[in-house]
Nanobody
Framework: QVQLVESGGGLVQAGGSLRLSCAAS????????MGWFRQAPGIPREFLAA????????YHADSVEGRFTISRDNAKSAVYLQMNSLKPEDTAVYYC???????????????WGQGTQVTVSS
């Protein structure tokens, strides 16, 4: 089992930045692929980014490429999502997720955090 706890959400003005964090516990963190998703009301959950255990392989969705960056710190069992140039349409609940190793671009994950709200005002 893996437990995931997100933090770092909040209210920010358009053009601003936020850094989300996700603390993992349970299964050996280094063996996990970590990902970030978001979901806004009435919109299907969106797969944003993923990173493999050695950080050498990452994935970013086209909708956030160049603005969002995923990273991880295996020593701290943590994964991060740096979000820059935020737009009102980025407003959503953001979720951290984890799964075993595999294709970096797959959106099928086994473990989920409770989510953290990000609100971008215009």
């Amino acid at each position: 089992q893996v437990q995931l706890v997100e933090s770092g959400g909040g209210l920010v003005q358009a053009g601003g930045s936020l850094r989300l964090s996700c603390a993992a516990s349970g299964r050996t963190f280094r063996s996990l692929v970590m990902g970030w998703f978001r979901q806004a009301p009435g919109i299907p959950r969106e797969f944003l980014a993923a990173i493999r255990w050695n950080s050498a392989s990452t994935y970013h969705a086209d909708s956030v490429e160049g603005r969002f960056t995923i990273s991880r710190d295996n020593a701290k069992s943590a994964v991060y999502l740096q979000m820059n140039s935020l737009k009102p349409e980025d407003t959503a609940v953001y979720y951290c997720a984890a799964r075993g190793d595999g294709i970096i671009s797959t959106s099928q994950y086994d473990y989920w955090g409770q989510g953290t709200q990000v609100t971008v005002s215009s």
